[in-house]
């Protein structure tokens, strides 16, 4: 237990993933989504870098790769919240349920 | 209820503040451990578990309080100390780079995004939709079931690790490898962020 | 391909362009262009057709026709196969074959520029619609037909175009279709026509089935082969039972002679299919004058001269008998004819009895002369009658004419000049004479030989005595010991006509009487034509309205004036020789040879018409001077106009009446045939009305109705809605129940996704465990 592996990052990663997954499931706010969405983008983050670190491969792409996701994410963060004011200026609400008009 | 939330919220910004104050020290400690200059990651000993265990524990409960809290606002005040928390632990790992970008863009730029956004969005800060029952039960089976799944998982395979210490990437390796190796992605990203900022801004524009 | 191939052939594509653009572009044309097309297309052929046929002279003086004629056969277009009979198409280049050709173009082309004359002045509106362009169109198609029926040189193809004809023919008769009568008349000569085919189908399939090809000259090339090896057809022991009756092969090939011939009958309107020609001229004139007096009529003749080698003495008999007795009644019934057109109408099936008759005695080249000379003075005094009719404000009864040469001098003369040609007008031993003076006198000298009337010791029957030695006299050897002769003695009337070796044979009775029947219609003739002409253009006016309506179209003189002419030449010089170039030969047939074909040589191509000059002179006063005899006698009836001739008839009224009745066919067939359909679809409708509709309506309808109610209420409403209805249901709730995932909430999605992941992942799992081996993830490195 106190020598710290990967399986402890492995895990913590797993646990926040869930989390992220868990808030993107039950939250109508368009941007709690998002947020969920920023959890979960962490969480391979610290995958990314402990197997970095674990690794037998030297060299450091699992931070290089690291760094454009965090790159995407913010890019898509951007993107996402200017959809969130687009759908709020529409339907003056950001409730995701009430974006529905492409509901079959 | 609401006295408590605030109190939880206080709490969880509370200690992104330690974390924030606690990194230099890791750093030194780290820079302590080697002083050829060269930052190497706190490996090893008592100290590396007890840093693992209070920021990533710190990390698990923001995430929980992410999943808990009803306002957007208190969501992104968790995050907040998610954030801050998995940078400390990037320090631990030994990516010193990426835990400044991190604390930078993250908390920095893309929370501040996200409450922006809160706040043009809403009509008060208290506005709160929420989801069924069932909904909140369903979602609640599946992250349990996906974790226990990704967790047996986890533990069953057999991972070629080191167990040795390796040396952190400095910013002169970043910049070297982003200008040679990954030249091609590092352009494609450069774009990508052009396209994501015109897009946005054509997104979010006023009409008329 | 030879030259000559190649404009026959052209010559009947180009009016079947003309037909695709009348009938596509026609109402566009408009009303003088439509026909001025179809005019050029027909001329071109013409060009086309004298320059095969000056052509085709040259290779007949230079002897290489018969080379040609090789040739174009060796070059014909494999088609298709028949079961294992090979279909070729191919030009049947010969001198029949040009002549014809020449002679359809030619008064077709005279017939369409009168043509354009003639509907200039008629109403052609239907419904608003103008029927101007269908008028030519019909006409090209018609061309197209019948310079196709000409130049095949294969039954079958023949046997298509002679139905394209037929089509043309009804479309042309029931041109003015909005009046009863001409679609009637119509009708009447399909459907007649029709009989006749039938027979023309049942010949063919003979031909296919015993001969093995469809092909013209293989036909008679292996009849003749047959005939002479006993063998096919003609094997003593090959028989076919027929419910119980034996019919022997040489019976089965008299029939399949008559069979083909039984086309002839229809097209040609011999009797007893008669009755659809005179009819046949509700069809604006000009119609009647190329198709139903020139060309389509003459088709039955021409296929019959085509078959010629087909057919054994008893068909040849029947066929000779058949034609009598047109020529005979339908020349008596043209006596009482008040109708210009229907009076040129009978005329028409007399001569078209002439030629079949001559045919059956095997005055093969006499009677296609006749067909010749016969189609220029007809459709010439047809065109006449139009002029007439058309100049009389559409009266066609003679008897409100008279005394219009004054008002019509040219149709009056060009007419004289075709009733001339008809009559037989000519000075015996003279040289000097019209159209059947030549044609028709030689067909009875044939058969004035053939009877035996004359007798052993003139010239010509020595000679063809000497043509008997030479095989005939072993044919009929053969034919003795095929039983041929049991089958022809039956008959009654074989006569050995080929065999010639014996004086008995050579004169039967019936031969006799249809010689004597047709000298007597050889009186008859002139008398109805010169009745006609008086009638119609002298004496004195009869109907002072129609008298002075009367006037000439100059459009439609100019081919009178040219048919006359060609009437004149067609005496003389280019028809003759070249038919008889197309005889059957003796080495061709073995059983049946044109009885003149043999006469034919050098000497006559040159123009001598030594034949022809002794048939005058056996005939001096049988038949040489008969239309002057006649025209007097006409003349002096008709001279004070028609009283004298009225108190005639009233003497004779039952005759008349007989004749005015046209032997009461029409009521025969009436009688016979529609009040016959007519009593059995009344006693059918008897059964129906009174017995099947009891049944129905008394049992069946109570069944029925007992049944629908309960398939209707029972089975339907329950069983087969229910079915129906739960389908539907049953398919809307799942539809419903599929749905209902599809929230259109992107958190539930993202619920199902983590969902699936899940439950995979754990599914992985179980199955790891169960399966006992470790599939998860093993890192690369390890």
């Known amino acids: 237990m106190l020598t710290i592996g990967l399986m402890h990052y492995l895990i913590l990663s797993a646990a926040i993933f869930c989390c992220g997954v868990f808030v993107m499931m039950t939250k109508r706010n368009a941007i709690g989504i998002l947020i969920g969405v920023e959890l979960v983008l962490n969480s391979v983050n610290i995958n990314f870098i402990a197997f970095d670190r674990y690794s037998l491969v030297p060299g450091f792409d699992g931070q290089i790769t690291a760094l454009f996701v965090i790159v995407l994410a913010a890019a898509e963060a951007a993107v996402a919240v200017a959809i969130c004011m687009n759908l709020y200026k529409n339907i003056n609400t950001i409730d995701v349920d009430r974006g529905d008009a492409l509901h079959g | ?208 | 391909m030879s030259n000559y191939e190649t404009y026959l052939l052209a010559g009947v594509a180009i009016p079947f362009v003309s037909f695709l653009i009348l009938m596509l572009f026609g109402p566009r044309l408009g009303k003088p262009l439509a026909g001025w097309v179809a005019v050029a297309a027909m001329a071109t052929c013409c060009v086309l057709a004298t320059l095969t046929m000056v052509g085709w002279l040259g290779e007949v003086e230079n002897g290489t026709a018969a080379e040609m004629t090789a040739a174009a056969k060796d070059n014909q277009f494999y088609w298709a196969d028949l079961g294992t009979v090979p279909i070729n198409i191919g030009v049947n280049l010969d001198s029949l074959t040009v002549i014809m050709f020449f002679m359809v173009t030619f008064i077709a082309t005279w017939i369409f520029v009168f043509s354009v004359g003639y509907m200039a002045g008629h109403s052609d509106e239907v419904g608003g619609q103008s029927k101007y362009h269908r008028f030519f169109c019909y006409l090209s198609l018609f061309g197209f037909s019948m310079l196709g029926l000409i130049i095949s040189s294969n039954l079958l193809f023949l046997f298509i175009f002679w139905e394209l004809v037929g089509l043309c023919s009804y479309l042309l008769i029931g041109f003015y279709f909005d009046k009863k009568y001409a679609s009637n008349a119509a009708m009447k000569a399909f459907i007649t026509n029709r009989v006749g085919d039938f027979g023309f189908i049942f010949g063919l399939m003979m031909v296919y089935f015993f001969l093995g090809t469809l092909d013209l000259d293989g036909a008679a090339a292996e009849f003749s082969r047959q005939y002479a090896s006993n063998t096919g057809v003609f094997d003593p022991a090959f028989t076919i039972n027929i419910f119980g009756w034996k019919v022997s092969g040489a019976m089965l090939a008299t029939l399949m002679g008559v069979g083909l011939f039984c086309g002839a009958m229809g097209k040609s309107a011999q009797f007893p299919l008669q009755v659809w020609l005179p009819d046949a001229m509700a069809g604006p004139t000009p119609v009647s004058a190329l198709i139903h007096a020139a060309t389509m009529v003459a088709a039955g003749v021409y296929l019959v001269a085509r078959v010629f080698r087909l057919l054994t003495p008893e068909a040849q008999m029947f066929i000779a008998g058949v034609g009598c007795i047109t020529l005979t009644a339908m020349a008596l019934i043209a006596i009482v004819q008040t109708d210009i057109k229907k009076c040129l109408a009978y005329s028409t099936l007399s001569q078209l009895g002439y030629m079949i008759f001559g045919l059956g005695v095997g005055a093969w080249i006499a009677a296609l002369f006749h067909l010749m000379t016969h189609a220029f003075f007809k459709a010439m005094m047809f065109l006449g009658s139009g002029q007439v009719i058309e100049g009389c404000h559409h009266e066609q009864d003679m008897r409100k004419m008279g005394g219009l040469i004054r008002k019509m001098p040219v149709t009056g003369i060009t007419f004289l000049i075709g009733v001339l040609a008809i009559a037989g007008f000519g000075i015996p031993n003279a040289h000097l004479g019209l159209g059947g003076y030549f044609s028709k006198d030689e067909i009875l000298a044939v058969a004035w030989d053939r009877a035996g009337i004359g007798g052993e010791g003139h010239g010509h029957h020595g000679d063809h005595g000497g043509h008997g030695d030479d095989g005939h006299g072993g044919d009929h050897a053969l034919a003795g010991t095929t039983g041929f002769t049991l089958v022809a003695g039956a008959g009654g009337s074989h006569g050995g006509d080929h065999g010639g070796d014996s004086s008995e044979e050579k004169g039967s009775g019936a031969l006799k009487l249809m010689f004597w029947c047709a000298l007597i219609t050889a009186y008859v003739t002139p008398f109805y034509m010169m009745r006609c002409w008086w009638m119609t253009f002298m004496g004195k006016p009869r109907d002072q309205h129609v008298h002075d309506h009367a006037h000439e179209s100059p459009l439609m003189f100019l081919p009178l004036v040219i048919l006359a002419i060609f009437t004149v030449v067609s005496s003389y010089a280019l028809f003759r020789p070249l038919i008889a170039d197309a005889a059957p030969a003796l080495t061709d047939a073995v059983l049946v040879t044109s009885y003149d074909g043999h006469a034919y040589d050098a000497e006559h191509a040159k123009g001598a018409l030594i034949k022809l000059e002794a048939a005058h002179d056996w005939l001096f006063w049988g038949v040489g001077w008969s239309w002057l005899i006649m025209f007097i006698v006409a003349i002096v009836i008709y001279r004070g106009g028609l009283d004298f001739a009225a108190k005639i008839k009233s003497a004779f009224s039952p005759i008349a009446t007989l004749l005015e009745k046209k032997y009461y066919f029409d009521e025969i067939y009436d009688f016979l045939l529609v009040r016959g359909c007519r009593l059995i679809a009344s006693i059918s409708a008897f059964w129906d009305t009174y017995i099947v509709d009891w049944i129905v309506a008394s049992f069946t309808s109570k069944v029925t109705e007992r049944f629908s109610v309960f398939a209707g209420r029972g089975v339907d409403a329950n069983i087969v809605d229910g079915v129906f209805n739960g389908m539907a249901v049953t398919s809307f709730d799942l539809s419903n129940f599929f749905r209902s995932p599809h929230t259109g909430r992107i958190r539930n999605y993202v619920l199902f996704t983590a969902g699936a992941a899940a439950v995979a992942i754990l599914l992985i799992l179980v199955f790891d465990q169960m399966s006992g081996t470790q599939v998860v993830l093993t890192s690369a490195g390890g």
């Open chain 2, 1 to 208: 209820m609401v006295f408590l939330q605030r109190r939880c919220s206080l709490l969880a910004f509370a200690g992104v503040m330690a974390v924030v104050l606690t990194m230099p020290a890791v750093a030194m400690g780290q820079e302590s451990a080697d002083f050829e200059g060269v930052p190497t990651a706190v490996q090893g000993g008592v100290l590396e578990a007890v840093l693992f265990y209070i920021f990533g524990g710190t990390a698990l409960v923001a995430a929980l309080g992410i999943c808990l809290s009803k306002s957007v606002v208190r969501m992104a005040t968790w995050l907040f100390g998610t954030l801050g928390a998995v940078a400390v632990l990037y320090l631990l790992l030994g990516a010193f780079f990426l835990s400044a970008i991190q604390l930078i863009v993250y908390a920095g730029g893309t929370l501040v995004l996200l409450v922006f956004g809160v706040m043009l969005t809403s009509k008060s800060p208290w506005v709160r939709f929420e989801c069924s029952k069932v909904e909140l039960a369903a979602g609640g089976g599946v992250a349990v079931m996906l974790f226990a799944g990704l967790l047996s998982v986890l533990t069953r395979a057999d991972w070629a690790v080191t167990e040795g210490a390796t040396t952190g990437a400095t910013v002169e390796d970043f910049g070297k490898a982003l200008l040679t190796t990954y030249l091609v992605p590092f352009e494609v990203a450069s774009v990508v962020l052009l396209v994501v900022m015109i897009a946005a801004a054509y997104l979010a524009r006023q009409e008329g």
